[in-house]
């Protein structure tokens, strides 16, 4: 009797886990609609003109960081505003840093920590600071997948063979009186 109860017990518990879990599921998409229903659609150039106030940004940079935000926070790229605060606002949608630091990387080549994510305030800042990183590149830093540099051998010694060439003797003329 005492097997029975015990996996009574251990259905009970996980049933109570998988509640809660699709609770925090279903809050979790609540927030989300709500975040991306109470914002107007943005088109790119507002975007960018947000991003480059101070600092310029290329058009197409601002394009590709903000779709790889979209795409990792899981919201449409057009209701992305550049003053979202990444640990306020964006929090709200509940994603993760680390899968955004993975996008960012795989989007533009070069390193993004979790760190430099979490520290840039807003997505301005965070933009401005990944463009100033790829514009800026160094030895110390070098893009994640870049060609390597080849290894240079010593050259090849030039072997000289002697070819020999024979020169087929002149038939001799049959016609010859």
Not at 114 to 130: F, I, P, S, W, Y
């Amino acid at each position: 009797m005492g097997d029975v109860g015990f996996f009574l017990l251990l259905a009970v518990a996980a049933m109570l886990s998988f509640g809660a879990t699709e609770t925090l599921a279903i809050r979790r998409r609540r927030l989300r609609r709500e975040l991306v229903d109470s914002r107007t659609p943005q088109s790119d150039e507002v975007f960018t003109v947000g991003i480059s106030t101070l600092t310029p940004v290329p058009q197409g940079f601002v394009r590709a960081f903000r779709l790889a935000v979209a795409r990792a926070i899981g919201v449409d790229h057009t209701r992305l505003l550049p003053t979202d605060r990444i640990s306020k606002d964006l929090r709200a949608v509940n994603f993760d840093a680390w899968e955004l630091a993975a996008v960012l990387e795989r989007t533009f080549d070069m390193r993004v920590r979790v760190v430099d994510v979490m520290r840039a305030g807003t997505l301005r800042e965070l933009c401005k600071q990944l463009y100033l990183g790829s514009e800026n590149i160094s030895e110390s830093d070098p893009p994640l997948h870049r060609d390597p540099v080849p290894k240079l051998r010593a050259p090849e010694p030039e072997v000289i063979m002697p070819i020999e060439v024979t020169v087929p003797d002149q038939p001799a003329d049959e016609g010859k009186h």
